[in-house]
């Protein structure tokens, strides 16, 4: 049974890092393309970024661009987000997924999902 379980979340103030990590198991990791996503309150899901099988090739949305950094360590079977320049408008709920199409930014390209850990970046 696959399961991801996300980790790292906080409280930050604006300005701040943090770094999330998910770890998998039940499936073969270095197989799948891995995303990141958030849920804010009120709003859809949105894509946040994703990285394929060999941690060779990322995807970033145009607003975390040069402050986030996804990565991934297969040997652990743990993707990672590293989140600088924290902004207000980062808070969300974040979840990683498993890729069933690539290093895509459809949701509905994705197949096994976290629980999701909680940011909250303070002004």
């Known amino acids: 049974q696959v399961q991801l379980v996300e980790s790292g979340g906080g409280l930050v103030q604006a300005g701040g890092s943090l770094r999330l990590s998910c770890a998998a198991s039940g499936l073969t990791f270095n197989s799948y393309a891995m995303g990141w996503f958030r849920q804010a309150p009120g709003k859809e899901r949105a894509f946040v970024a994703a990285i394929n099988w060999s941690g060779r090739s990322t995807y970033y949305t145009d607003s975390v661009k040069g402050r986030f950094t996804i990565s991934r360590d297969n040997a652990k079977n743990t993707v990672y987000l590293q989140m600088n320049i924290l902004k207000p408008e980062d808070t969300a709920v974040y979840y990683c997924?498993?890729?069933?199409?690539?290093?895509?930014?459809?949701?509905?390209?994705?197949?096994?999902w976290g629980q999701g850990t909680q940011v909250t970046v303070s002004s």
């Open positions: 997924a498993r890729s069933s199409r690539g290093y895509v930014n459809n949701p509905s390209d994705y197949d096994y």
